[in-house]
């Protein structure tokens, strides 16, 4: 990670923060594109993702750049509202295929809101996770990890790709990491567990921000030939949790997907306006969708 860029620490959600700009600014969406894909190039995507400009007009004037990690209807309206004229998302809106934008479908009235708003809307997916820095790198900064080598090199430059593997500032037992864990992403209902011996001492972790399922059997092989003390991920499913501890993975970690990719946007934020100089604004709305949660009341 560059060392201008400032990492999002502690338990809330990014801050919505505005960025002074000057007035005079002759940027336009294509010139926003340009720096997004020089950061994140395109061709890093994997090859289902959908990544790049989602709607608007490239010769469009930009005077103010909104950042969230999901374009829903309420961050349409957000960007809207705070006369946002680009949002910069994580996640592509239009990831899978989509018949029918009609206003009264949830993607329909979103790029609706978009439209009428005059807000274009850009996603950098996969190729943010696998440039460098990245979304794996942020999370991996903040968690006081020094990211290191990919969990899944790129096949044409092996510095980049999915995830990272590297050391924890200060050594530490597995339960006290979980719980630093909890204490510096934001918060969420789903909040963060655990699985491995809660005294064993962890040095080395594997992050891999988003779901992460996809790695497990890599993690397992990678840890014959590279120490992994723990892996650090978000979206995890029982069984294959389960197979994973039996086949002899190292201790692992569960965040909510929302939690371990929204640090990224302070990244990115960063990015826009040393680079470019226009404002920015974090919307400052939560989109991970879990709001409740709740463990049985003690007998």
Avoid at 29 to 47: C, F, G, K, R, T
Avoid at 114 to 120: E, T
Avoid at 170 to 188: C, G, K, N, S, Y
Wanted: glycine share 6%; charged share 20%.
């Amino acid at each position: 990670m560059n060392s201008n860029n400032t990492a999002h620490a502690g338990n809330t959600a990014p801050t919505t923060t505005a960025s002074t700009a000057s007035t005079t600014s002759t940027a336009t969406v294509a010139d926003v594109i340009a720096v997004m894909e020089e950061a994140y190039p395109p061709e890093l995507a994997e090859s289902w993702d959908k990544v790049g400009l989602i709607c608007g007009d490239p010769d469009a004037p930009v005077r103010r750049v909104g950042f969230a990690l999901d374009c829903t209807n309420a961050v349409a309206q957000a960007a809207v509202d705070a006369d946002i004229d680009m949002l910069i998302t994580h996640h592509p809106l239009l990831l899978r295929g989509v018949h029918s934008v009609a206003t009264n479908t949830p993607k329909g009235a979103t790029v609706t809101t978009l439209i009428k708003g005059d807000v274009a809307l850009f996603a950098a997916h996969t190729n943010a996770d696998s440039a460098r820095p990245g979304v794996s790198d942020q999370l991996a900064e903040i968690l006081g990890i020094t990211p290191g080598q990919p969990i899944s090199p790129n096949k044409n430059n092996p510095e980049l790709g999915l995830g990272r593997i590297g050391t924890l500032d200060t050594p530490m037992p597995l339960a006290e990491f979980v719980q630093r864990v909890a204490d510096r992403l934001p918060t969420t209902e789903w909040g963060v567990r655990a699985a491995g011996d809660p005294d064993a001492t962890i040095t080395t972790v594997a992050v891999a921000s988003g779901a992460g399922d996809s790695f497990l059997d890599t993690i397992i092989e990678l840890s014959d030939t590279t120490p992994i003390d723990a892996y650090l991920t978000s979206d995890l499913r029982h069984h294959p949790v389960d197979e994973y501890l039996r086949a002899g993975g190292p201790a692992i970690i569960d965040t909510a997907h929302w939690a371990s990719e929204s640090p990224w946007l302070t990244q990115a934020q960063q990015l826009i306006h040393d680079t470019l100089g226009l404002e920015c604004h974090m919307i400052d709305i939560r989109t991970d969708p879990w709001n409740l949660a709740a463990k049985q009341a003690t007998k």
